[in-house]
């Protein structure tokens, strides 16, 4: 999505960007949470794995944001 | 149903301080309104934290708290798709719309139809994704009304009221919720809705904090919410070898809603109203702090299914005219004091008035720079497009209006789920092109033109009542978001296109952005 070789996008693609994949494999692979086990404070997997995951697609974004500050330096 | 007088008290105070707000705004950060970039985008000016709060009002709307909840309620599973949605939308706004901003802020623009317009320049694909924009925008507003409706209700605040030389009026305080979004709009465009936003936060997030901690506990805890659901909803049911089944279309609900979302008018008039392209990247990892609150939002259809309201006789007429809706306010009503249901419903009605708002606002932008300016009055001066743009944002909110009190609330459900799907078809011309130009402009409208027809189709034969359409590939059955099958196709039509249109012609294309403005 990011690595459009084009002139424009002068920059080279840069690994760190893959985290930005994470989320998408993550949560769009929905068999792999759809079940019950192990639940958590009462919350199926399927809940508290999504809600889980409000956390960490915030945290995912994190080093590609310290990425691209420390570029502009 | 009975009305509660320190429900209404306390709703009607606080409703009346925050729409206060609104008014005073016009003065702060003092600037000229007559400005189209001041009135409709705040002047540029909005740093993280205001940012964080307008956006967050923007994006998580009073519908939202509503019919969530209200799907999770009748259907299960299915309806925590806003979930997923919520989170990977915000790599997608990290990634391309700091892009968008630096090229906006370089040369003026207000919306995506600017920039395309600038890109390519061609005035026809400008207008298409402007229309389109305008179109998709006008059934969230009517939404948005509707959520007030279904809280008005609750309070159970007198509908109808006989007046001095009017005789019976229907719908009187929907009416003067909407004279008041109208009036504060109109004079302080994006400044007052931020300030209100601002207030609706505190009051959503006290809400939800109430709600997951007392709730749960008077039903007996968490495990006792989900035994009380039907088993069978609690998951998706799992895709066979010739049907992908439930879990691709919750998949593919969650990306196309991602893609759609920022593509919406009110979303990019929020996020070019900020000060930097890093208070966007800052709030791609801020924002997500609205969608753990939306997960546990979401959850309150559950907790209402096991605090058992639709069997509750009190609440029978709010569900016979809502429908599954009025969950939400069912369960506030029966769970919380009076008072504290006064807050919550201002919560929400609050939460209305600062999307609804900023809908409109980015409505009148879309019509006075892509059609009148464009169009219509070449050499207005800036102060007749702000005129202009404020007029235009009023009649919005009149059509919406109008929607709600004289058609029916599902017509302006079924409108949306369109707008979704045709709202996604801009994705190719607004982000694509923000990396690349290869894509010829007379094949992104081709696309577009293809993608919208194909998505119509889709809804149309699925009688707008869902919007997964099953496609059939290769003996599989794929249920598909049919926004993201047509999006498919539109990127298929515009890549092919573009290829042959370069081929026979190589002249250069006009574009006044260079590689230096995206950075």
């Known amino acids: 999505m990011s690595s459009s070789p084009k002139p424009e996008a002068s920059r080279k693609f840069h690994p760190v960007y893959l985290w930005l994949l994470l989320p998408f494999l993550c949560l769009l692979w929905v068999p792999s949470y759809n079940r019950i086990d192990p639940a958590l404070f009462g919350i199926p997997f399927f809940y508290w794995y999504q809600m889980l995951w409000t956390v960490l697609g915030a945290l995912a974004i994190v080093p590609v944001y310290l990425h691209e500050e420390g570029r502009k330096k | ?519």
């Open chain 2, 1 to 519: 149903m009975n009305s509660s007088p320190v429900a209404v008290g306390v709703f009607l105070a606080l409703f009346v301080f925050v729409a206060g707000l609104g008014f005073v705004a016009a003065r702060w950060r003092k600037a000229d309104l007559h400005q189209l970039s001041e009135w409709g985008l705040g002047g540029r000016s909005f740093g993280t934290l205001i940012a964080w709060f307008l956006l967050g009002g923007d994006i998580y709307t009073a519908y939202t708290f509503i019919a969530v909840p209200a799907l999770m309620f009748g259907a299960g599973a299915t309806g925590f798709f806003a979930v997923p949605y919520t989170i990977i939308m915000y790599p997608i706004l990290f990634l391309f719309f700091p892009r968008l901003w630096s090229v906006a802020r370089r040369h003026g623009y207000v919306t995506a139809a600017d920039f395309v317009r600038g890109r390519f320049g061609s005035r026809g694909l400008a207008l298409a994704i402007a229309l389109t924009g305008i179109v998709a925008t006008m059934p969230y507003i009517a939404l948005q009304l509707a959520g007030m409706q279904v809280v008005f209700s609750a309070l159970g605040l007198p509908s109808d009221w006989t007046l001095p030389l009017f005789g019976i009026v229907h719908n009187v305080p929907l009416i003067i919720a909407f004279v008041v979004l109208a009036a504060y709009t109109y004079a302080s465009g994006l400044r007052g809705t931020a300030l209100i936003a601002i207030a609706k936060d505190l009051l959503i997030y006290t809400t939800v904090l109430a709600a997951v901690i007392v709730i749960p506990a008077e039903l007996g805890g968490y495990a006792k919410v989900f035994a009380a659901v039907d088993p069978k909803k609690l998951l998706l049911p799992s895709g066979t070898m010739d049907n992908l089944g439930p879990t691709f279309s919750y998949a593919s609900l969650a990306l196309g809603s991602a893609l759609a979302l920022f593509l919406y008018p009110h979303s990019m008039t929020g996020i070019l109203s900020s000060s930097s392209r890093h208070v966007i990247r800052r709030n791609a990892i801020l924002l997500p702090s609205y969608s753990i609150a939306l997960s546990l939002i979401a959850l309150l259809g559950y907790m209402a299914v096991a605090a058992g309201v639709k069997s509750m006789p009190e609440f029978a007429g709010g569900f016979k005219d809502f429908g599954n809706n009025f969950a939400v306010p069912a369960l506030i009503l029966h769970m919380f004091p009076a008072w504290f249901a006064g807050v919550a419903f201002a919560g929400i009605a609050v939460g209305a008035l600062v999307p609804a708002s900023i809908m409109a606002i980015a409505c009148g932008s879309l019509f006075t720079r892509n059609v009148y300016k464009e169009f219509l009055h070449p050499d207005c001066t800036p102060k007749q497009e702000s005129t202009v743009a404020k007029v235009v944002s009023l009649l919005m909110k009149l059509g919406a209006l109008f929607f709600v009190l004289e058609l029916q609330t599902s017509y302006a459900i079924q409108l949306q789920l369109l707008g979704g799907i045709w709202i996604c078809q801009t994705l190719p011309a607004v982000l694509i092109s923000l990396y690349t130009r290869v894509l010829h402009p007379m094949a992104l409208l081709a696309g577009w033109a293809a993608g919208m027809a194909a998505g119509t189709a889709m809804a149309w034969d699925l009688g707008f009542k869902s919007s997964t359409y099953p496609l059939h590939l290769l003996g599989v059955t794929i249920p598909c978001y049919a926004a993201l099958s047509a999006l498919v196709l539109n990127i298929a039509v515009t890549v092919v296109l573009s290829l042959v249109l370069n081929a026979m012609w190589n002249a250069p294309r006009p574009d006044e952005t260079v590689a230096e403005d995206y950075v």
